[in-house]
């Protein structure tokens, strides 16, 4: 009997032309432009490997804590913020100010053995996340087939934020690269849909009808869905809430 483990390892596993794990960061976070963009898009759209590793990295970053592991995710986080300073020792200055710390832990020529272990034990717990939430990741088949191109691009809100004290006349949010147009919906916090717009502006004006129904102490959701010119999505903003403080006699 054949032994084809060999053959297969060599099928899953990376060749010399993958890129680097900060390349695949850069690409995720759309760093990269015009032609290096390009063929890196290409190699992935082939390469099972690299396919893997970016949707390992995406969960990385975006995995949600459930309340009873906060408390350790959170030591874990403390210690490696109050260690940055060893940590990031052998960076330049303008790379440490400008690079989040996630992605500089896979760029450092050396890290301490405290710090090493540090950052092991937050993989491992983020893993652990993953996995008990029992869902295989879904590769992005899109690359290849001309469907809806999945990218990592986040829609930063800007205003309404938490409590504010009237009633808003208007939603904000920062542009992103790339977005010809922007679906915004304003929810009940049930997430009944209240009201649904699509503009090419970064703000759009709450009409006077739907602005009659944010009442006092009520809180309400909205979110933000960046758009190409070719109608696929490119980020969208978390479910912001906010609330208008009731008056005070």
């Known amino acids: 009997m054949n032994d084809d483990r060999p053959e297969l390892k060599a099928t899953l596993g990376p060749t ?3 890129p680097r ?10 760093v990269l432009q015009g032609s290096e963009r390009s063929l890196l898009e290409a190699h992935i759209a082939q390469c099972s490997y690299c396919q893997s590793e970016l949707v390992l990295l995406r969960q990385f970053v975006d995995v949600t804590t459930r309340p009873e592991e906060e408390r350790s995710v959170a030591w874990i986080t403390d210690n490696l913020r109050s260690r940055a300073q060893e940590i990031y020792m052998s960076l330049p200055a303008t790379q440490v100010a400008s690079a989040p710390w996630w992605k500089a832990l896979f760029t450092l020529p ?8 540090l950052g092991c034990l937050a993989i491992i717990i983020s893993g652990t996340l993953y996995l008990r939430r029992g869902v295989a990741p879904a590769l992005n088949t899109a690359l290849d087939s001309g469907a809806e191109v999945v990218r990592s691009n986040a829609v ?7 409590d504010v004290a009237m009633v808003p006349d208007s939603l904000q949010w920062q542009a ?5 147009r922007y679906q915004v919906k304003l929810l009940e916090v049930d997430h009944t849909e209240l009201w649904k717009i699509e503009t ?3 703000s759009i004006q709450i009409p006077g009808a739907v602005r009659a129904r944010i009442q006092p102490g009520k809180s309400l959701l909205w979110q933000v869905i960046a758009l190409d010119a070719a109608g696929r999505r490119l980020g969208s903003s978390n479910l912001e809430k906010f609330r208008v403080s009731p008056h005070i006699p």
């Open 110 to 117: 050396a890290l301490s053995r405290a710090a090493l272990v």
């Open 16 to 18: 010399s032309a993958c």
């Open 21 to 30: 794990i900060e390349q695949l960061g850069q690409y995720a976070d759309a």
């Open 156 to 162: 930063p809100p800007v205003f309404p934020k938490g």
């Open 200 to 202: 090419a502006m970064v």
């Open 176 to 180: 992103v690269p790339g977005a010809a």
